[in-house]
């Protein structure tokens, strides 16, 4: 261990002022000539952005955490097609043109509106029409 770092997080906003002051603790390899406090902090930011965000979906809409899968070749292809299926989504929601369907639950009605069309064209052809 080169270096470590307490850090004080709390959430805090206008409306609601923060209740609960959270300390973690960040840990590193890396020389303070290689990593400045400032990195350390990006990369923490980085980490929680894909915590909150890619494993979230995975996690909630996709029900990863409460599959019982237990064969291993099986839980890597489940595990494939989760990751898949959440990029394409996601890939969705950032170019959807109705805000308010720009969700995984309006991925997923997009998705069924065409008799699964769309879902098979994914798996068929280099290109899908609908995705620019």
Known sequence: MQQAAKMTRCIDSDKKPAENVELEWLVTSRP???LSPQDMLRADRRYWG???????????????????????????????IRRAVTSLAVYWIR????????????FYDFMAAKQQKKAF????????????
């Open 32 to 34: 303070a000539a290689d």
């Open 50 to 80: 894909i915590e909150t965000g890619f494993h979230l979906r995975l996690d909630v809409i996709a029900g990863e955490d409460r599959s019982r899968v237990s064969t291993p070749t099986s839980a890597f292809n489940l595990a494939l």
């Open 95 to 106: 170019r959807c043109k109705n805000k308010r369907q720009a969700t995984m639950s309006g």
């Open 121 to 132: 064209s994914l798996l068929t052809v280099s290109k899908s029409s609908w995705l620019p």
